[in-house]
């Protein structure tokens, strides 16, 4: 199984601020999601990451408040830009097939 | 596209008793199956999952689950809950050659001593 690596595990940020999410996996794998999940709910496709082009979102999510790099096939980050606090989550990535996926434990974001 | 709904938003057994999940699916392609568990502040866990083969899956912790194709179903079940057991847990389906995973919204399972 994959060890997922994701920092930071908790953060408060100000409004109007951006975050960079970073998940980290210790093998090298072709398919790596980000997910949000609001408070109380389930979890939510945000877009999956691509190596070497841009990433691909979900209806309702675009490239310029949430921001995917995938520099190579064991590393992805997620930048929440612009916070305000309804963007108050978790963010999880989650990184392998969908018959072999495995979560990093998530960063949950504050925003005040 | 899929769906998942997960009956009982919130769920309380007392420990030792039968804890049963339940799990329904729509889809208009085949799927793989899956239960996952998030204990209070952490990132979520596999318990089980069913690719193919017996419709009785066996995972962490206890806990099985049965694929019910004509139900379309994949409810969860362990015979005696601990204390330890109490989290929320997804049902997730992907479709067979996707690689989305939908969940349902969660069950919030509950075991008082």
């Known amino acids: 199984s994959a060890v997922i690596s994701q920092k930071p595990s908790r953060d408060i940020c100000q409004r109007g601020t951006s975050l960079t999410i970073q998940c980290q996996v210790d093998s090298q794998v072709t398919m790596m999601f980000w997910y949000r999940q609001q408070p109380g709910q389930s979890l939510t496709l945000i877009a999956t990451?691509?190596?070497?082009?841009?990433?691909?979102?979900e209806s309702g999510f675009v490239i310029d408040k949430f921001p995917i790099s995938r520099p190579n096939l064991t590393f992805s980050t997620l930048t929440v830009s612009n916070m305000s606090p309804e963007d108050s989550s978790i963010y999880l990535c989650?990184?392998?097939?969908?018959?072999?996926?495995?979560f990093g434990q998530g960063t949950r974001l504050t925003v005040v | 596209a899929q769906s998942v709904t997960q009956l009982g938003s919130h769920v309380s057994v007392s420990e030792g008793a039968l804890v049963l999940l339940r799990c329904n699916y729509s889809s208009s392609v085949s799927v793989y199956l899956f239960w996952y568990v998030q204990y209070p502040n952490q990132g979520l866990q596999l318990l089980l999952k069913y690719l193919s083969g017996s419709t009785l899956v066996k995972g962490i912790n206890g806990f099985e689950a049965e694929f019910n194709k004509s139900q379309t179903s994949f409810h969860l079940r362990k015979p005696s809950a601990h204390i330890s057991d109490t989290a929320e847990y997804f049902c997730?389906?992907?479709?067979?050659?996707?690689?989305?995973?939908?969940f349902g919204p969660g069950t919030r399972l509950s075991v008082l001593p």
């Open positions: 997730a389906v992907s479709p067979r050659g996707g690689q989305n995973f939908v």
């Open positions: 990451a691509n190596q070497g082009s841009e990433a691909t979102y």
């Open positions: 989650k990184a392998g097939e969908n018959t072999e996926a495995f």
